[in-house]
């Protein structure tokens, strides 16, 4: 995007460079403006979510709190840390309490960047079916779930202040230097793996890395419990857009060394999307680095690198670029819906139960040895 006043310099510096370009949108504040919801809806319930309609973060904290008091201990509630502008970044634990024995773990992270509303909605709803869904519950049984519904709250929240220009803020809300002319740290680039490669040193810039590694709250708090944890088996951040799964690495295009297992594992997703959507939803997989250019800092990264998670994603919703951040509303549904699925498929195939997707081989250890971090760095 370019302001107005800026249009003739961007323009020139693009014929000087011998680039072509070509306008896509016009007018993006008018065109974000046409898409935000008048004014919000009054729910038909007391229950604080439904999967037709954004949500803040008010309503996200109402509903973890309802799922907890309903949930008969399957669900717990952490905090990972307090963020800059004072909210919880809350995290929770799904599993089934009534079965101990190993149980393969999984962590799923939403909104860390503010924009992309429909990452939450994903988060969210993945939680809703583990709590409620008899389904669901029998994968309990096997898995252990960490969900982060939204890892950057007080950027999440600026971006339902309700006018055009906060809707498509990415960053958190950090107020940079002294006058904090510009704000925020991409939390996405500020992991501490090859701080800095593809990430901006520049407060102004949308991926400012931020003044040092895990500068930010919401990122050390986030990396603190996933250490605490233990051996995680599976990590999936959701953003959008672009209909991608994106596996490491992001800080070189190097290819990683279980890069056919990853892409075996990303294949359970494609495939059942696709099938739920009746070929509607089209995924692409590939490594972060060459699908998007070098970025590193990402939580994928340092998942995979430092921790030794052996399947990291990042998986990038719809849609496909035609609505972009702006995802209608009335995609919601269908959207999560379908995503679920894959992930089920993931998590299934992972703990080789259910009928998703059976691991054929018969001593598969093979493919989930944890290398030691150094090995892969
Ligand atoms: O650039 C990002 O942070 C992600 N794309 S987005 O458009 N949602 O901002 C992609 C991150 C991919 N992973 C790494 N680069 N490690
Ligand atoms: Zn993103």
Not at 202 to 228: D, I, V, W
Not at 308 to 336: A, K, M, Q
Not at 343 to 351: L, N, R
Request: aromatic share 10%; glycine share 10%; net charge positive.
């Amino acid at each position: 995007m370019v302001e107005e006043e800026a249009k003739e310099r961007v323009k020139r510096a693009l014929l000087e460079a011998g680039l072509d370009h070509r306008v896509e949108v016009e007018d993006a504040l008018a065109l974000v403006e046409s898409k935000m919801p008048l004014r919000r809806r009054k729910r038909a319930t007391n229950f604080p979510m439904d999967w037709n309609t954004y949500h803040d973060y008010n309503d996200i904290e109402a509903f973890i709190g309802m799922m907890n008091l309903t949930s008969g201990g399957y669900l717990r509630e952490e905090v990972a840390t307090i963020t800059g502008e004072g909210r919880p970044l809350r995290v929770v634990r799904v599993t089934d309490p009534t079965t101990t024995g190993p149980k393969k773990k999984i962590w799923i992270e939403g909104g860390i960047h503010a924009r992309e509303w429909i990452s939450p909605a994903v988060t969210t709803f993945l939680i809703h079916r583990l709590v409620t869904d008899p389904s669901w519950q029998s994968i309990l049984r096997d898995t252990e779930w960490y969900l982060v519904p939204v890892a950057n709250p007080d950027g999440y929240q600026f971006s339902f202040a309700g006018d055009a220009r906060s809707r498509l803020w990415r960053k958190n809300r950090r107020v940079n230097g002294v006058n904090g002319r510009c704000k925020g740290v991409d939390l996405n680039r500020n992991w501490d793996l090859k701080w800095g490669v593809g990430a901006s040193g520049n407060p102004c810039s949308e991926t400012y890395k931020g003044p040092t590694a895990f500068s930010e709250k919401e990122t050390h708090g986030l990396q603190n419990l996933m250490r605490q944890i233990g051996d995680i088996d599976l990590f999936i951040t959701f953003h959008s857009f672009g209909q991608t799964v994106l596996y490491p690495w992001g800080w070189t295009v190097k290819p990683p060394a279980n890069v056919k297992m990853l892409r075996r594992v990303a294949r359970k997703y494609t495939d059942t999307v696709n099938q739920i959507s009746n070929g509607s939803t089209d995924y692409q997989i590939g490594g972060s680095g060459p699908l998007y250019g070098l970025a590193s800092g990402a939580t994928d990264d340092w998942a995979y690198g430092e921790l030794g998670v052996p399947l990291s994603y990042t998986i990038e919703l719809p849609d496909d670029g035609h609505y972009g951040f702006l995802l209608p509303e009335n995609r919601i549904s269908s959207t999560v819906t379908e995503t679920a699925a894959g992930v089920y498929c993931m998590a299934s195939f992972i703990a080789n139960t259910g009928s998703c997707a059976s691991r054929r081989t018969r001593n598969p250890s093979w493919a989930f040895r944890r290398p030691s971090p150094r090995f892969w760095g």
